[in-house]
C-alpha cells in the first residue's frame, strides 16, 4: 500500500510539473464536461469504463489541488466575472458536473432493492470525504465574502458524489448469481413531446418479496413491440456492497 501511494504521489507531481498553468484547473472542467455527457448519453463502448473514468476526475483534481499548497475551502472554489463585472467565486465545475453526471447517469441505469441500507451507506461514504475534507482545511478560516450558497451546493456536490460512485461500484463490479423471479407489464406510458424529447415506461407487476409495482424506462423500440400482460423477468441480484439491485430482462439486460 505504501509503494503504491508512493508511485501515486510521484504522478501526481509529474502531471502537475508538465502542465501549462499549474494553478488552472479549466482543463480538467473540460474532460469532465466531456466525459460526462458521453457517459450519460452515449455510454459505449464501455459504461463501466467511462464510470471510472468519471469518477476518478474529483480525486485527481482534488490531488492536484492538496499539491499546490495552503489547502483550504476556497481552493475548491474559483473566480469568475459575471455580467456585470464584479469578480465573484463558484464551485469547480470538474467537481459539480462530475458528481451530478455520476449520480444521474447510475440512478436512471441500476434498480434499488433496499433504499434504506443504500442511504446509510452513501451516507457513510459522504462523512468519509467531510471529514477528510475537514482535516486538510482545518483552521483555515472561510473567507465572508465567499457565498454560504457555494459551500452547500460544494457539499450537495460531494454527497451526490458519494451515492453515484458507491451504488456505481455496487452495481458494476457486482458477480453474484442473481435469482430470477417471472413478473409482467401492467402499463404502458408516453410522456415529453414537443419541446422535450419523448420518454416511455413500463409499469411491471410486484416480484418476489417486492410488493409494490415499479416504473422503469424503455426504448420507442419496445414501447412499440411490448403490449401489456407481457410476461418479463426479473433479475435480483446482492449487490458487491450488500445493497440488494435488479434488472429487467429483455428491457434492460441490452446495456449490461
Not at 91 to 102: D, E, M, R, V, W
Not at 174 to 181: G, I, K, L, N, T
Request: aromatic share 18%; hydrophobic share 40%; net charge positive.
Amino acid at each position: 500500500m505504501k509503494a503504491l501511494f508512493f508511485y501515486f504521489k510521484q504522478f501526481l507531481h509529474k502531471l502537475k510539473s508538465n502542465l501549462p498553468d499549474k494553478d488552472n484547473l479549466d482543463w480538467l472542467d473540460g474532460i469532465a464536461c466531456f466525459v460526462g455527457v458521453w457517459f450519460l448519453f452515449f455510454p459505449y463502448p464501455s459504461f463501466k469504463g467511462l464510470f471510472c473514468v468519471l469518477s476518478f476526475i474529483p480525486i485527481l483534481g482534488t490531488a492536484l489541488t492538496i499539491l499546490k499548497g495552503n489547502v483550504s475551502l476556497n481552493r475548491f472554489l474559483k473566480k469568475k466575472v459575471n455580467e456585470i463585472g464584479v469578480e465573484e467565486n463558484i464551485p469547480l465545475t470538474y467537481i459539480q458536473f462530475s458528481s451530478i453526471a455520476l449520480a444521474l447517469g447510475i440512478f436512471r441505469h441500476f434498480n434499488c432493492e433496499n433504499y434504506y441500507w443504500l442511504i446509510i451507506t452513501t451516507g457513510i461514504l459522504f462523512l468519509f470525504f467531510a471529514i477528510a475534507i475537514f482535516l486538510l482545511t482545518y483552521g483555515i478560516k472561510v473567507h465572508k465574502k465567499h457565498s454560504v450558497g457555494n459551500y452547500v451546493i460544494l457539499t450537495l456536490s460531494v454527497l451526490i458524489y458519494s451515492y453515484g460512485v458507491l451504488f456505481g461500484i455496487n452495481c458494476l463490479f457486482d458477480s453474484s448469481p442473481p435469482q430470477r423471479f417471472r413478473t409482467s407489464i401492467i402499463y404502458k406510458h408516453k410522456g415529453g413531446g414537443g419541446d422535450y424529447a419523448p420518454t416511455y415506461d413500463f409499469t411491471i407487476a410486484p416480484w418476489g418479496d417486492h410488493k409494490d409495482p415499479e416504473n422503469i424506462p424503455a426504448s420507442e423500440k419496445q414501447y412499440d413491440t411490448y403490449n401489456i400482460d407481457r410476461t418479463v423477468y426479473v433479475y435480483q441480484k446482492n449487490g458487491l456492497l450488500g445493497i440488494p439491485w435488479y434488472y429487467i430482462e429483455h428491457i434492460e439486460t441490452s446495456f449490461y
